[in-house]
């Protein structure tokens, strides 16, 4: 089972990314983005169902920037970021869980990372 994530890379304040995170081996029940920025634990970005489609976020730090999806088709999900500011750098894992879940200690399998760094 791997997971492999893209996309990341060097953006200025306001500017947009898009992360690609592709599932190989097998098919989970919710595949979810989470940040890391230097010297802080793992956060829950936002999760989309692989099967219904839901989607779940963050709180107001990120809703209404950024926007979870999926291709079933390509076992991908992306997760497309809007009017990024600075303290939205991190690196981006994404996960895979059996069930409907958003805390990191529930997920099966990660990605190995992206960097996104947002400059002032």
């Known amino acids: 089972v791997q997971l492999q994530a893209s996309g990341g890379g060097l953006v200025q304040a306001g500017g947009s990314l898009g992360l690609s995170c592709t599932a190989s081996?097998?098919?989970?029940?919710?595949v979810a983005w989470f940040r890391q920025a230097p010297g802080k634990e793992r956060e829950f970005v936002a999760a989309i169902g692989r099967i219904d489609g839901v989607t779940y976020y963050a709180d107001s730090s990120v809703k209404g920037r950024f926007t979870i999806s999926r291709d079933n088709a390509k076992n991908t999900v992306y997760l497309q970021m809007n009017t990024l500011r600075p303290e939205d750098t991190a690196v981006y894992y994404c996960?895979?869980?059996?069930?409907?879940?958003?805390?990191?200690?529930?997920?099966?399998?990660w990605g190995q990372g992206t960097l996104v760094t947002v400059s002032s």
């Open positions: 996960g895979a869980a059996k069930r409907i879940t958003t805390r990191a200690r529930d997920y099966d399998y």
């Open positions: 081996g097998r098919t989970f029940g919710m």
